[in-house]
């Protein structure tokens, strides 16, 4: 999903109710389930975008405050 960012995607799940849409990203070392929700239009919603775009910069900024803290571990 290039709305999102890069290496994002979306899996869409049908039950009896609902479409589901889980949407995620898969880095090198993992893959963030950034958010799931029932889709009842054809366009994604603009805060689940949003949401979306936040967690990967949340994520972004834990996974480099853990790399500068391994980098002191080591020296």
């Known amino acids: 999903m290039p709305s999102i960012g890069p290496r994002c995607g979306e899996l869409r799940v049908k039950d009896e109710d609902h479409t589901w849409r889980i949407v995620y990203r898969i ?3 993992a893959i963030l389930i950034l958010d799931v929700f029932a889709k009842v239009t054809n366009k994604t919603p603009d805060e689940v975008i949003s949401r979306c775009r ?3 910069t949340a994520y972004e900024l834990v996974k480099a405050k853990a790399q500068q803290d391994a980098k002191k571990r080591n020296k």
């Open 27 to 29: 880095d090198d070392d």
């Open 54 to 56: 936040s967690r990967i």
